[in-house]
Structures are given as C-alpha cells and as structure tokens.
T-cell receptor, first 116, second 111 residues
C-alpha cells in the first residue's frame, strides 16, 4: 500500500508569505496528525483529525496556522503569514485505530520549511 | 507533564551491541514506542511496549519498566545502516491520541 505522502518536500519562502503543505494519509486511515520538528528540538504535536473533524488542535502555535481536512481524506496545513520561527520539518502521520493500545503511527517524509 | 529524556548522541562499533535509554515522567501512559529516523526521511516504527518486559524483534529489542518510567532500545550486531536517530515516544493515557517524543538519540556506527 502507498504510505503517507507529503508535498512539497521542501519549501523556501520569505517572511510574510503564505505556504500550504499537503498530506495524503494511507487510504482508510481515519486519524491524521500533524507534527513539527524545529531544528535541535523534539517532534511536537500540532493537531489531530478524526476523519474531517479536528479532534485536538492544542498544539497549534497560533492563529497563523490553519489546518483543514475536507472530506476526511487529504489534509492541508496553511501558514499565513509565515514567520522565521516557523522554519522546521512538518510531519504528517496517520493511523487506522486511535483506541488504546493500537499502534503505530505511519509518518510521511515531512516537508522542510525554511522561512527567510 | 510528559518529559521524555534520552541521550543526545552515541557512538558504537559495527558488530557491537548498543543500548539507548529513555526515561519519562508522564501523567498517563498508554504505550512506549521506538522509531528510527534516517536523515531527511520519515520516522519508521521499530517497536512498541505497553507491558513491562522485553520485546524482541530480530536484532532490535525494547524493554519497558512502567514503575520506573524507563525503557531502552537494544541493537545487536550493529550494521553501518543502523546509523540514524532513534526516537522514544510515549503515547499518553489521558490524551490517548497524542504521542509525545523525546529529542532523539543520534547513533553513529563506525567500522
């Protein structure tokens, strides 16, 4: 089966511009997660979709970040306007079953965002 | 909180055994995961412990002690391709949909 796919793999934008990241989860996976890894730091949770609904968005840094998952398939994460501190690798992950004890998460290769 | 600590970097020799430790302090616990991440690639699932004890999968084994908030990943017969970052992740009980990651341990395997 195809894995989690993220696009683009790299993005370099200027401060103040807008960038939209896309994630296509594994087919049939209801749970979709966005994570971010800032250089030298741990991978941090951003938000979690169950199908098209936002289950938990407590990790979103601020209102410059907007995530959507229309139709419960692919998801987009928009950063508008981008700031320097938004630079990092944005990972998407999906899983089939979010109940207790049902691993694992399947990760995409990530989008490396550089804001200059 | 969900503080997760693991060494930043380790070096080992090809063919040897290496143990990567992970300690965590969490308000809840639903499982501990180890992921391998090569530079520029996605983290890939290695192992999962929910009960105390040792889980063995080929050259890789993972141990968990819930009472001590401690886990380790044991890599045997090291190969050069094992050079990667190893991420310890805790799946929290009260937020069971959340994985919390340590900063990762960069393992360098030398000939």
């Amino acid at each position: 089966e195809a894995g989690v796919t993220q696009f683009p793999s790299h993005s370099v934008i200027e401060k103040g511009q807008t960038v939209t990241l896309r994630c296509d989860p594994i087919s049939g996976h209801d749970n979709l997660y966005w994570y971010r890894r800032v250089m030298g730091k741990e991978i941090k949770f951003l938000l979690h979709f169950v199908k098209e609904s936002k289950q938990d968005e407590s990790g979103m840094p601020n209102n410059r970040f907007l995530a959507e998952r229309t139709g419960g398939t692919y998801s987009t994460l928009k950063v508008q306007p981008a700031e320097l501190e938004d630079s990092g690798v944005y990972f998407c992950a999906s899983s089939q079953d979010s109940r207790q004890g049902k691993p694992p998460l399947h990760f995409g290769n990530g989008t490396r965002l550089t804001v200059t | 909180g969900q503080n997760i600590d693991q060494p930043t970097e380790m070096t080992a020799t090809e063919g040897a055994i290496v143990q990567i430790n992970c300690t965590y302090q969490t308000s809840g616990f639903n499982g501990l995961f180890w992921y391998q991440q090569h530079a520029g690639e996605a983290p890939t699932f290695l192992s999962y412990n929910v009960l105390d004890g040792l889980e063995e999968k080929g050259r890789f084994s993972s141990f968990l002690s819930r009472s001590k908030g401690y886990s380790y990943l044991l890599l045997k017969e090291l190969q050069m391709k094992d050079s990667a970052s190893y991420l310890c992740a805790v799946w929290g009980l009260y937020n069971f949909n959340k994985f919390y990651f340590g900063s990762g341990t960069k393992l360098n395997v030398k000939p």
